[in-house]
Structure formats: structure tokens, C-alpha cells
């Protein structure tokens, strides 16, 4: 396959991979488009996102536009004269002006099996929801939000013990495979796309940290989604004694012989904590300020006796 002419357009730690699969492949990347530098830190020192680090690391050409509106962005990009450009978590919607600048149009790799989570946050909003499975899917973009007709998809299960940290790392390789595959059909010109579903599309909305808060009086499986989805950030958690504490493991244990407690109640030594439906034990928790601890070693430095009610 002749190496294809191309722009990159990615932000996070998700797509560093794929831009790794682009150059390996041996693509003229002309052109890497990440978001600007962002405060970050105790200090609030402007940082370069992963994938601008990881461009300049390679000498590849960086492009940092605030947004993609102005006509000046926009001519620039046209003049690279790109067979494609490719576009994984970039974080700014592109103008159509963009979408059809490049011979092969723009392909985007997506987190979920679409048409289920389109939208910012599909790894989180899978595993709250209980899914059993997720996957990659490549699409031909369009100036929808993640409607765009799928070229490829690849599909894994979500296990019991998979957290959205984990989860995203797999579907970043995943991605970034399923990628490489699909940009050789697309230059040999056999790749063929189909239509999405709109009837079975599902809203990934970005994660709030108000949602990571804990509701005892909810069933113990459902709890423990919210915690694998929020783990390790921006973390799911819960009040003790006025104390905001993160909770980053959890499992589900039988109730059986247990007497029936008000939700959030600790039913024994070693953090097994009721709710509405079903108990859960409490396996690895992170006090603000503090570093995160399996339960026995958190307990050692701040007990909570049987009967404590969590908030």
C-alpha cells in the first residue's frame, strides 16, 4: 500500500496510539492538530496535551488552533493537500469546510460499538450502565456528532472487574490496530461503510464529578458499576464522619444471614457496607490529600467501627 498523506487530530492519552500506528505504518503524517496547553497541576503550569509531548518527541510538524472556525485555520489545513485526515479524541468539532478538505475525507476512531454512546465519555457511560460489551469503531465523519457511516468495528467484553481506567488503555490499542487495518482497505479502495442505526443511538454525556457520588439506598450492583466507571478518575465516593473519601474498588457479596440495616451502614470490621438492595465490600479506598489504600491498610489508619453510616 503507498503511504497515504495525512493529518492527525488527537488530544488525550487515548490517541497517542493511534498516531504511533500511523508513523509505524510508515504515513506522511504532514500535520499533528492536538488542543492548546492547559493548566494542570499544583502549579497551573500550562502543559502540552500527550499527544503534542509525544508529536514533538518525533519532530512532526504541531498545530495547536484554539478552534477550527476561522477561514485562516481553515485554508491552512486545505493547503496540506491530505489524502486523509484522521481524528481521535481531538476535543473541537470540525467545521464542514474541514470534513471535506481531503481527497479520502476524515475518519474518526471511537470508543464504543456505535450507535451506542456516541458523544464525550463512551468507556464511563458503558460500564455504568452495565454493558457487556464495548468495542472500537472507525467511521467516515460527518457534521453530526458521531453519526457518521462505520468503515470497521471490533468488539470486546466488559468484565466484571474492568474499570474505565483499563477499559480506555485496551480500546486505545484496540483503536489504534483496528485503524491501521482499516486505512489499507480504504486506500486499496475496498473499504465499504454502512449506515448506523439512529433508532438504537445511545448519549455518552461528558462525566460530571457530582455524579460520582454514592447512593446507598442503590442496589449493590448497580453501585458497583458507578465505581469501576469513575475509577481511577474522576472517582466515585461517598462522606464519612464529614470526610469526603474515594471509593476505587468495590465487589458485590451475597446478603445472606445478614440482618437488614439502613443503607450506607457498615455491617462488620472490614468495611461490608449495606445497600438498598444487596452489600457491598469496600476494597480499596483514597482519603483527600492521601494516597489510595487496599482496606486493610486504610483501616489501620482510620478505623470505622461496625454500625458507622456512610453518607
Not at 90 to 112: F, Q, T, W
Not at 139 to 150: A, K, S, V
Request: net charge negative; glycine share 10%; hydrophobic share 50%.
Amino acid at each position: 500500500m503507498p503511504p497515504l498523506r495525512l493529518a492527525f487530530m488527537g488530544t488525550p492519552d487515548f490517541a497517542v496510539p493511534s498516531l504511533a500506528a500511523l508513523v509505524e505504518a510508515g504515513h506522511e503524517v504532514v500535520a499533528v492538530y492536538t488542543q492548546p496547553p492547559r493548566a494542570a497541576g499544583r502549579g497551573k503550569k500550562a502543559r502540552p496535551s500527550p499527544v503534542q509531548r509525544w508529536a514533538e518527541e518525533r519532530s512532526l510538524p504541531v498545530r495547536i488552533p484554539a478552534r477550527l472556525r476561522d477561514p485562516a485555520d481553515q485554508a491552512d489545513f486545505a493547503a496540506l493537500a491530505l489524502d486523509l485526515a484522521v481524528v481521535v479524541a481531538y476535543g473541537l468539532i470540525l467545521p464542514k469546510a474541514v470534513l471535506d478538505a481531503p481527497r479520502l475525507g476524515c475518519v474518526n476512531v471511537h470508543a464504543s460499538l456505535l450507535p451506542r454512546w456516541r458523544g464525550a465519555a463512551p468507556i464511563q457511560r458503558a460500564i455504568l450502565a452495565g454493558d457487556r460489551e464495548t468495542g472500537i469503531t472507525i467511521m467516515r465523519m460527518e457534521e453530526g456528532l458521531d453519526t457518521g457511516p462505520m468503515l470497521a468495528v471490533r468488539s470486546t467484553p466488559i468484565g466484571e472487574a474492568d474499570t474505565a481506567g483499563n477499559l480506555h488503555d485496551r480500546l486505545a490499542e484496540m483503536g489504534a490496530a483496528l485503524l491501521a487495518e482499516t486505512l489499507v482497505e480504504l486506500a486499496a479502495g475496498r473499504a465499504e461503510a454502512a449506515a448506523q442505526d439512529d433508532t438504537l443511538a445511545a448519549y455518552a454525556a461528558k462525566i460530571e464529578k457530582a455524579e460520582g457520588r454514592i447512593d446507598w439506598g442503590g442496589d449493590a450492583g448497580a453501585i458497583h458499576c458507578q465505581v469501576r466507571a469513575f475509577a481511577p478518575v474522576p472517582g466515585a465516593f461517598f462522606d464519612l464522619a464529614g470526610e469526603r473519601i474515594k471509593l476505587l474498588s468495590a465487589a458485590p457479596e451475597a446478603a445472606l444471614g445478614l440482618a437488614a440495616c439502613a443503607p450506607g451502614t457498615v455491617l462488620d470490621e472490614t468495611l461490608l457496607v449495606a445497600c438498598g438492595e444487596g452489600v457491598l465490600r469496600l476494597l480499596r479506598l483514597q482519603r483527600e490529600g492521601k494516597s489510595a489504600l487496599d482496606a486493610e491498610a486504610f483501616l489501620r489508619g482510620r478505623p470505622v467501627p461496625q454500625g458507622t453510616v456512610l453518607a
